[in-house]
């Protein structure tokens, strides 16, 4: 096994031979590497004598020690547990993620240890995690201490069937290849984070940095009924202006295209035969129109045969699937992207079905498809939407204008991509868990909201997706807003329901949190995209003393940016247990304060959940959300938490919200700080972004 420092903290490994295709061949940005050698050095808290590579007859093969207690997070979208010592996870990009084993739309072969590493293997292939699930008899001598059993017979279902993890190892196996490469990063708390936290962002910073969205990407989505035609779609947009919803993003599902699925890429002549109206009508009322579409092409589309010669050997949905990692794919896929639908003004795409699904027939490629690349179908699951993105991200760069989308798959690296990740499952319960589990792996997902069971589900669904990367309403499926019926009989039947306009009040309020809370969020996204720390993350990547609690009755809780932290609760959870971190903290909602590294049990009405700010924090909320998507001047009001602390305070990002010029310096950061209850504003790096589109409001202080 060779191991070698390449940054501070960061070391590669591999033994054996490495695989043709390695996804950090193919990275979105290249490393910050000004940013990770600023960092300080760390080694890696495991002696590297006791990382074993091998290769067997089946593969490759790693194995790590495991220490008992050692808590280990990520493989990306998973749902169920955050801890995942103690389970077996297989990662196979895959739509139908049956029975919890690790299959997802975004299964990443990374994780972090609580011990303070982490580890991702540089392959498109499936992997296997065996985290603590058995344990070897004397061939891997161990330092650390075996976990005690108690020497009596086992005879409860809880006994035998619980998740226990064994001291012993944590392995990871790569099945036909001849060898393994990869990266292993070191945290160090005294780098200011928690372990975990410093390890999360410098697998982030490796990846080339947080994505950076529009202003408009972080308000309120709204996708229309699939098969709408363009005066329906107007007539919903209207609506949703008329109502005073706050919906920055309109998406349109397939019924655009003449044919999908597979897709022509192509307004349909009878349904949208006056598009180019449409959309500047769309346009006029300050939507950003966001298009929904496939990678495989239909026979009819103009792309079909001149991309052939780049299709694979297997068809999806009758249109062929290209190869986008070969540049001229890319350029015929995105040539025409760019001709006819960036020119028109489209904001961004999602990209459905790009991940593949063993158990719902027709509509994907067999791992042994053939690509002109030699790529094959296994390890394209894994890539095609990570090319997809690059495509469409070029198109959007070359026009100096920034996008913010929607994709069914990542992968490993993508903390770059600007595509939020969304699932096709739908149980709340499992969407919070995904919420809470995303953020270690680098990527960022959308618990988008389409139907419910009541009030209550719709309200609780509602607020996840107020504190998650994304508020959406993808009502792709259905004619009328959930406001007027949740349902999805009854929409359909146009029922109107009697409290309605209370759903619909209740709804515009809940969107009016979300883009109040813009800024700040824009602002968590700079620090993502500078330094690499998640907007949105569970409170275990942060705070040590919420570890451990998973199994304790304890709800879940996730950081929104650096000082707003969010319990998601489901429908009936009216009364729950949650640990807050150590500090204190201030309820969102009344401003009740409460003192940290304690438990409490709460109770909440369905239209809240336990959502708490820091004592000592600024939040720049802004006041007139439409700004949002309308280009008016932002309001900020500088909320000021503030009692025990002599002094508080906050920052905001700026700069002109849509293009790429930050990159090269153009922007300006308010620096707020408060004390003894007088607001001083500075600014850094003014660039004349400052004031420009801003202006401070009289600052509010609680406490
Ligand atoms: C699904 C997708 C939905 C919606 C639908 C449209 O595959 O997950 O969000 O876009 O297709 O037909």
């Known amino acids: 096994m060779q191991i070698n420092k390449i940054f501070p903290g960061i070391y590669e490994f591999s033994f054996g031979e490495r695989e043709q295709f390695e996804p950090s061949k193919y990275m979105l940005e290249p490393s910050k590497t000004e940013k990770l050698n600023a960092l300080s050095d760390c080694r890696l808290p495991i002696d590297a004598d006791l990382i074993i590579g091998e290769v067997t007859g089946r593969g490759a093969l790693i194995t790590l020690p495991y220490s008992n207690g050692e808590e280990i997070y990520g493989f990306g979208l998973q749902s169920g547990k955050i801890n995942q010592a103690g389970c077996k996870r297989l990662l196979k990009t895959n739509a139908d993620a049956q029975g919890n084993i690790g299959n997802s739309h975004s299964a990443i072969p990374f994780y972090v240890s609580t011990k303070g590493y982490g580890i991702v293997l540089d392959t498109m292939r499936y992997t296997c995690f065996s985290c603590a699930t058995s344990k070897p008899h004397k061939t891997y001598d161990l330092s650390s201490p075996k976990t005690e059993e108690k020497d009596d017979i086992k005879v409860s279902e809880a006994d035998l069937y619980s998740q226990k993890s064994y001291g012993g190892v944590i392995t990871a196996e790569i099945l036909t290849v001849k060898g393994m490469h990869g990266y292993l990063f070191a945290g160090n708390s005294q780098s200011g984070l928690d372990c975990v936290a410093d390890v999360c962002r410098r697998y982030v910073l490796f990846s080339g940095g947080g994505a950076m969205p529009p202003l408009w990407g972080l308000g309120v989505w709204y996708r229309a009924c699939g098969q709408f035609n363009e005066t329906e779609v107007l007539d919903m947009a209207s609506l949703l202006r008329d109502e005073n919803m706050p919906v920055s ?24 035969g006056n598009y180019k109206n449409t959309l500047k009508k769309l346009r006029d009322m300050n939507y950003n129109v966001n298009l929904w579409e496939h990678v495989f092409v239909h026979p009819d589309s103009d792309i079909y045969k001149p991309l052939e010669p780049y299709a694979a050997d297997y068809e999806v949905w009758g249109g062929i699937v290209p190869d986008l990692s070969i540049d001229e794919a890319r350029n015929i896929y995105g040539g025409y992207h760019d001709n006819y639908l960036l020119e028109e003004g489209i904001s961004g795409f999602k990209c459905d079905e790009c991940d593949g699904s063993d158990f719902t027939g027709g509509w994907s490629y067999p791992d042994h498809a053939k690509f002109p690349s030699g790529i094959d179908g296994e390890q394209m699951h894994s890539m095609l939407p990570m090319y997809y993105q690059k495509t469409l991200y070029e198109l959007f760069k070359r026009r100096n204008k920034r996008t913010w989308g929607e994709v069914r798959a990542q992968h490993s690296y993508s903390a770059p991509y600007p595509f939020i990740l969304y699932s096709d499952w739908y149980e709340h319960k499992d969407y919070i868990s995904m919420v809470l589990n995303m953020g270690f792996s680098g990527i960022m997902y959308s618990p988008e909201i389409r139907t419910a069971d009541g009030k209550a589900d719709l309200y609780r669904r509602m607020l996840t997706g107020i504190f998650s990367p994304k508020l959406e309403m993808n009502i792709w499926f259905m004619p009328m807003p959930m406001w007027k019926n949740y349902n999805y009989d009854g929409n359909w039947k146009k029922e109107i329901l009697p409290d309605s306009d209370q759903l619909r009040d209740d709804c515009r309020r809940f969107m009016n949190i979300r883009t109040s809370l813009a800024p700040y969020l824009y602002t968590a996204f700079y620090k993502y995209n500078t330094e690499g720390i998640a907007p949105v993350r569970a409170l275990q990547m942060d705070y040590p003393e919420c570890r451990g609690k998973e199994n304790q009755g304890y709800i879940s809780g996730i950081s929104f940016g650096d000082d707003i932290i969010a319990y998601p609760l ?8 949650l640990y807050l971190p150590n500090g204190i903290w201030y309820c969102y909602f009344t401003n009740v304060k409460y003192e940290g ?52 305070y906050g920052i905001l990002y700026t700069d002109d919200f849509k293009s790429f010029d930050f990159e090269k310096g153009f922007y300006s950061i308010y620096k707020f700080e408060a004390r003894n209850g007088k607001l001083n504003v500075s600014y850094e790096n003014n660039n004349g972004y400052a004031n420009n589109n801003i202006e401070i409001l009289d600052a509010e202080f609680i406490g």
Not at 612 to 635: C, H, M, W, Y
């Open 597 to 648: 590294g304690k438990e409490y049990i709460l109770k909440y009405e369905i239209d809240k959940i336990p959502v708490f700010v820091r004592e000592g924090a600024i939040l720049p909320i802004l006041e007139n959300v439409n700004a949002v998507f309308d280009g008016s001047t932002l309001k900020i009001k500088p909320m000021v938490y503030m009692s025990e602390t002599k002094t508080a």
């Open 570 to 577: 489901t429908a009936n959870q009216l009364e729950v247990k």
């Open 249 to 272: 993003v309109l998406g349109l599902e397939p019924g655009w295209h003449s044919h999908a699925y597979s897709c022509t890429y192509k307004f349909d002549k009878g349904r949208y």
